[in-house]
């Protein structure tokens, strides 16, 4: 079963930078890709940057474009999000997930229901 490990979260002031780590372990095969999700307080979790293991291409939201990087360590099994110019709407809780499968029509996953493994999150808080 594959495991999902995030760290790196924490609290910091607008405008500073922070890099989640995402380790993976127990897979029998590589997956399709990792992606990053994240759920504010009273809000639904939203889709935010995944990245294909085989090549390395990524996806981005929107709202985060420009300022979130999503990279891989495959080596280390491992994905990283490094977030530049955070601001307080940025603050939730981000969780790593695992796409086993490209989803038809579109490669990337957006929808929660097309991850099939999920880390336990790590708490990001961005003050004013």
């Known amino acids: 079963q594959v495991r999902l490990v995030e760290s790196g979260g924490g609290l910091v002031q607008a405008g500073d930078s922070l890099r989640l780590s995402c380790a993976v372990s127990?897979?029998?095969?590589?997956?399709?890709?990792t992606g990053w999700l994240r759920q504010a307080p009273g809000k639904e979790r939203e889709f935010v940057a995944s990245i294909k293991l085989s090549d390395g291409e990524t996806y981005y939201a929107n709202s985060i474009r420009g300022r979130f990087t999503i990279s891989r360590d495959n080596a280390k099994d491992t994905i990283y999000l490094h977030m530049e110019n955070l601001q307080p709407e940025d603050t939730a809780v981000y969780y790593c997930?695992?796409?086993?499968?490209?989803?038809?029509?579109?490669?990337?996953?957006?929808?929660?229901?097309?991850?099939?493994?999920w880390g336990q999150g790590t708490r990001v808080t961005v003050s004013s």
């Open positions: 997930a695992d796409q086993l499968a490209p989803v038809t029509g579109r490669g990337f996953a957006i929808a929660e229901s097309h991850f099939t493994s």
């Open positions: 127990g897979r029998t095969f590589r997956s399709f890709a």
